[in-house]
């Protein structure tokens, strides 16, 4: 039998999520994480202040794609951490694992993440 609904009782969290991430070699790996649960409407104000809050990145006198693609990490990693209560990975969650997630994962490891949670808001997950 199902719960009944009890209204001002909003989860902390989503359901845990098993995230599948395509790998360097092909092959496929899967990360479950929990996310902090927010709302359609909170999401959408998440997603505005990404956009609003865009930094120019310090190229300094000579441009480096090295640079950018570090500064760009670096950004990926404290976005990311806005929104992961948790993970199952073997090492704890931090600006710094999250940063060896990418190097050793492959460039699509973070937008997978940032695509579940989307969904997650957006549609909602089963057992929430």
Request: glycine share 10%; with cysteine; proline share 5%.
């Amino acid at each position: 039998m199902a719960n009944k609904i009890k209204l001002g009782k909003r989860p902390a969290t989503f359901k845990e999520i098993e995230v599948t991430i395509t790998l360097p070699d092909g092959t496929e790996g899967v990360i479950p994480v929990t996310f902090k649960y927010m709302t359609k409407k909170e999401f959408g104000a998440w997603q505005d202040g990404i956009i609003k809050n865009r930094p120019e990145f310090d190229q300094g006198d000579e441009f480096s794609w090295e640079k950018l693609y570090e500064q760009g990490g670096e950004l990926s990693a404290d976005r990311l951490l806005d929104i992961v209560h948790s993970w199952g990975l073997d090492v704890p969650l931090s600006k710094e694992s999250v940063i060896e997630l990418e190097e050793d994962c492959g460039a699509g490891a973070i937008p997978a993440l940032f695509e579940a949670f989307g969904r997650a808001c957006r549609e909602g997950r089963l057992g929430n």
